[in-house]
């Protein structure tokens, strides 16, 4: 079975044509066509596209830049078939009075590209949360500013200092550092728990156990849906918080 990338969750293949006829709507005939193709990106913001046809009179690039035209010869005698996304020798297929072009993908997937980069995580075992809170109940905060108190007069930022690196100290006992291997094509949503989960289908199938593989299989489709809808909504919160602008 042929695959793609794991960078690429679909391919979107577009197949236009614009009759000679419509020069002089070109421009809402573009308009449409960017509507549709942009839909279908939106839902689909990962996808590969190609996009081919016969625009006649029409040019598509000057919507879509991003794409790269790879035909630019003849087709049909002097005409050009267009298509946006190396051509082997042109031959005819059966009855039609258009050449046929096969484009042979010269693409190279992100992991083979770029190397995994190592990556240092903060993890919360199971108990640190009880513990940090702990920490900050039995803590005397009033020690802090009094420490950055001099003559009834507080240094804020001071105050700030002190605070801040006490926090950090007590994330820094109750949590551990880890270091982590990232792939090049690693999705944003992937996470421990996605792990985890991946690990427990792939034991399944290993095992032979097809009742525990069905129940793997559909927990990993859950906690990819769970994991895809918590990094959505962390994408609009990023907009909305000034720290991050």
């Not at 969750?9 to 960017?34: D, K, M």
């Amino acid at each position: 079975m042929p695959t793609i990338p794991r960078e690429f969750t679909a391919i979107l293949l577009v197949v236009v044509y614009i009759p000679p006829s419509s020069s002089g709507n070109r421009s809402e005939a573009l308009s449409e066509l960017y509507q549709h193709i942009s839909e279908q990106q939106t839902a689909h913001p990962d996808a590969f596209l190609i996009l081919a046809g016969d625009f006649n009179h029409t040019d598509p690039k000057c919507l879509f830049l991003k794409l790269h035209k790879h035909i630019d010869f003849p087709t049909r005698g002097k005409n050009t078939l267009r298509s946006l996304q190396g051509p082997s020798p042109p031959t005819l297929l059966g009855a039609s009075d258009h050449i046929t072009v096969m484009l042979m993908p010269a693409y190279r997937p992100l992991v083979k590209v770029s190397r995994p980069v190592l990556k240092e995580v903060r993890v919360w075992p199971e108990g640190s949360l009880e513990e940090l809170k702990d920490c900050f109940n039995t803590r005397d905060w009033n020690v802090f500013k009094q420490g950055a108190t001099c003559n009834n007069i507080t240094d804020l930022q001071e105050y700030t200092d002190v605070v801040t690196a006490y926090i950090t100290k007590c994330i820094d006992d109750v949590t551990v550092l880890k270091t982590i291997t990232v792939q090049a094509n690693q999705k944003p949503w992937l996470t421990g728990e996605v792990h985890k989960l991946l690990k427990a289908r792939n034991a399944a199938f290993r095992a032979g156990d097809e009742v525990g593989l069905r129940t793997a299989r559909a927990n990993l489709s859950r906690g990819i849906r769970e994991a895809k809808k918590q990094y959505s909504r962390r994408i609009p919160h990023r907009f909305s918080d000034s720290r991050d602008t």
